[in-house]
């Protein structure tokens, strides 16, 4: 299963932990011996894949949340690239 299948179930990477900088007002992804600089719409989607969500509500989720429409492809794409960098593994 990837993350371009509505059904599957990203979460973040072992690894992976988000945090929010309350010094810059940034979030960040870490990772061993890196750190990630989200953007909030990055942040936004790292922050539902907790592995209790499908892609579907991920987006369903975003799309009620940033009064937006047609997110789909945007969110799985973004989920794409994460799972290649090892952010994100999905069931």
């Known amino acids: 299963m990837d993350e371009t ?3 599957a179930i990203p ?9 929010h900088d309350s010094v810059r007002d940034v979030e960040l992804l870490l990772l061993p011996e890196r750190v990630v600089l989200l ?3 990055g942040a936004a989607i790292l ?3 907790d ?5 579907w509500q991920v987006v369903a989720q ?3 949340d940033f009064e937006a429409a047609d997110l789909a492809n945007d969110v799985m794409t973004f989920l794409h690239d994460a799972r290649e960098r090892g952010w ?3 069931t």
Not at 11 to 19: G, I, N, Y
Not at 51 to 55: A, D, M
């Open 39 to 41: 953007n909030t719409s």
């Open 88 to 90: 994100v593994v999905v």
């Open 51 to 55: 592995g209790s969500r499908t892609v």
């Open 62 to 64: 975003l799309e009620q």
């Open 11 to 19: 979460r973040l990477a072992t690894k992976a932990m988000l945090k």
């Open 5 to 7: 299948d509505l059904t």
């Open 47 to 49: 922050g539902l894949c």
